[in-house]
């Protein structure tokens, strides 16, 4: 059974048509009897409040730096980048990346591979984080199987691309908002994944965009994993599934944590449609590695994308 809470459809995993309808159609779904199990969910939510509970003193010590991409994110320390006077988002962050073993092959390809930085006071933190990873990338694979045989994509072709994947989390805390701070939690973005996967919190905030242009409430049951089609996934179908804008608008007064699962494909990987294009869509190739590592190198703030065509994530609102 499908009903529709403000915007965003609730389907049973299982239920390959009907997650397909929901991503073609708005871009996300809420996903019933996913298989995560609770106890990895609720880890990972005691995580992020304990997290990001330490001092700036500690955070600092661990920030990432435009040579490796893990680690703590400072408060409005990004910026969109955009034309005009746009200020930088109000969250905080932590940034993870798939754990590629010290001795893969892949490390002396691509700089985007490498270990992450577990911080000390969560002697956990590796534990909880690796548990609830691998249940998630489960869900991922599970997802982008089910659609490519409703889809009529090679399932072979898609499942090629995720040795070595540049799959990547940031786990997000933004701080108690002021009625008179302009600043966005995140700004008007789609994403340049496959699938991205959420646990929201249910707090809210995380809007999406409809056709109509629009920004309605991504509300998501209790039980509910949020599912959003990404830029590569949306190339690959020719456009029979769209990837979304939306962006987060911090609750007044209350904290806000959330810890999006990208996932991406090996950085050698170009994405192009595997199927005719849908009227209205126009086909493109996008090189995974070149594009994840622009990404990165544009949340800098000053820093122009090298190729002015692409949106690399950011969209105006």
């Known amino acids: 059974m499908n009903t529709r809470p403000l915007g965003v459809p609730v389907v049973d995993l299982g ?10 159609d708005v871009g996300f779904v809420a996903v019933r009897g996913h298989g995560v199990p609770q106890q990895d969910l609720a880890a990972m939510r005691r995580l992020l409040v304990d997290l990001f509970a330490i001092g ?34 109000a969250f905080e962050g932590y940034k993870l990346h798939w754990e590629c073993p010290p001795d893969h092959p ?65 786990l997000l805390h933004y701080p108690q908002r002021r009625p008179d701070d302009p600043a966005p939690g ?8 496959v699938v991205t996967i959420l646990d929201p919190d249910p707090v809210g905030g995380l809007e999406v965009r409809s056709r109509d242009g629009a920004w309605t409430d991504a509300g998501c049951p209790e039980g509910t994993l949020l599912v959003n089609v990404g830029d590569l996934l949306e190339v ?16 007044v007064g209350t904290d806000r944590y959330s810890a999006p699962f990208f996932v991406v494909p090996n950085h050698r990987v170009v994405v192009e449609p595997l199927l005719e294009a849908v009227d209205g869509f126009e086909p493109r190739k996008v090189d995974v590695g070149r594009v994840t590592a622009e990404v990165w190198r544009t949340n800098w703030l000053g820093e122009a994308p090298s190729d002015p065509t692409t949106h690399l994530g950011t969209v105006q609102a």
């Not at 239920?15 to 073609?24: E, H, P, R």
């Not at 995140?186 to 994944?193: A, Q, R, S, V």
């Not at 690959?236 to 609750?251: E, K, M």
């Open 15 to 24: 239920d390959d048509s009907g997650i397909a309808n929901a991503l073609s």
């Open 56 to 89: 700036e003193d500690a955070k600092r010590q661990q920030t990432v730096s435009r040579d490796d991409y893990r680690g703590f994110i400072p408060l409005r320390f990004f910026s969109p980048n955009r034309a005009g006077t746009d200020p930088s988002d």
């Open 106 to 170: 892949v490390r002396a390809e691509c700089a985007l591979y490498g270990s992450n930085r577990w911080v000390d006071h969560l002697p956990e933190m590796a534990s909880v984080v690796g548990s609830w990873w691998a249940a998630m990338d489960a869900l991922a694979c599970r997802l982008v199987d089910d659609l490519a045989g409703v889809l009529g994509l090679d399932g072979q072709t898609l499942a090629s691309t995720r040795p070595a994947p540049l799959t990547n989390v940031t």
């Open 186 to 193: 995140f700004h008007p973005h789609k994403d340049i994944t």
């Open 236 to 251: 690959w179908s020719g456009g029979r599934v769209v990837s979304t804008p939306h962006r987060v608008a911090s609750p």
